[in-house]
């Protein structure tokens, strides 16, 4: 039961201390959301709200349901329970960046055709691209640094500028929500630099980022929340109000993977103390 409506959006708060603007509207809010594969809950009553303009963090292990929750927003995967409410004044689009692996990079399209896709609403069926929509193409390749590959088959790309041609894609179709699931796993930090700052200056012009990651101290260090989801949400707020021993111990089921001395290493965790598995003594 996926019910898209606009809720009431009061007026952003000004707070005249900090000399910015407080998110205070909702754009997204989930409420109850329970998805179920095969018998097996995937999310089982997940509620939280996201303002508008925020940059938030989703975190959780693997199989913690992070693409679920992306698909079912998006509208790919029917929810058992549950509403999602998209608001806001006039048409707030979603934009979407899948995972990796869930992508055929075989297909051979290219880079401007993908972001073309993000255009065919905006284009009756019989239509040709017209020079408003190529334009529309030119300006949100170039905003993600990608104005020379327009020609480029996708496949060709490396992982990091495959995503930064679905976020263009996302701007073609005027999303003023960006859903991105791991769009850093297996980009080289260079790369991830270079997304994050393409995110900013979405964010500065008041795109609201919604972002799976595997890396703890990205989320922390870069989003304004963090939502720790494992079928359920553990915890969701602040970084510093979620990143406890016990939030992360029920997140992660006791088991923390770590990197150290450029070797991956697991920590448990528990209530009462943590330790390493197999660090060197
Ligand atoms: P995450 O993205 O956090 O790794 P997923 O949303 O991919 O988690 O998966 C959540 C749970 O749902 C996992 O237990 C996974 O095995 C299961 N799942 C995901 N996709 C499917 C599917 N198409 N069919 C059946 N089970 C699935
Ligand atoms: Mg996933």
């Known amino acids: 039961m996926l019910k898209l409506e606009a809720p009431d959006r009061p007026a952003p708060q ?18 109850g959301l329970t998805v179920i594969y095969n018998g097996e809950a995937a999310l089982d009553d997940v509620t939280f709200s996201v303002q508008d303009g925020e940059r938030i963090a989703i975190i959780g292990p693997n ?38 692996e869930g992508v055929d990079w075989g297909f051979p399209v290219s880079v401007r055709d993908v972001v073309m896709m993000g255009r065919t609403r905006h284009m009756r069926w019989y239509q040709w691209p017209s020079k408003a929509q190529q334009q529309a193409v030119d300006a949100a390749l ?12 996708i496949g060709e790309l490396s992982g990091g500028q495959r995503r930064r041609v679905f976020i263009a894609r996302a701007l073609a179709q005027e999303a003023r ?15 991830q630099a270079s997304m994050m700052a393409v995110l900013e200056s979405l964010q500065r012009d008041g795109m609201t980022i919604i972002l799976s ?7 922390f260090s870069q989003f304004e929340k963090v939502l720790a989801l494992r079928k359920r949400v553990i915890a969701y707020g602040t970084p510093s109000d979620v990143y406890r021993q016990d939030v992360l111990a029920q997140l992660y089921g006791g088991q923390l993977a770590a990197w150290q001395d450029g070797k991956q290493v697991t920590l448990f ?10 660090c060197p003594e």
């Open 142 to 153: 170039e905003r993600v640094g990608m104005a020379d590959f327009g020609e480029r088959q």
């Open 14 to 31: 000004i707070n005249t201390d900090a000399h910015r603007i407080v998110h205070t509207r909702p754009i997204l809010k989930v409420r």
């Open 269 to 278: 965790v528990d209530d009462q103390h943590h330790h390493c598995a197999d």
């Open 177 to 191: 929500i960006l859903l991105l699931d791991e769009p850093f796993s297996g980009v080289d930090t260079r790369a």
């Open 213 to 219: 990651t595997h890396d703890l101290g990205l989320a």
């Open 63 to 100: 199989g913690a349901g992070k693409s679920t929750l992306m698909k079912t927003i998006m509208g790919l995967l029917q929810a058992q329970a549950g509403t999602i409410e998209v608001g806001g004044e006039g048409t707030y689009r979603l934009g979407y960046v899948p995972q990796h």
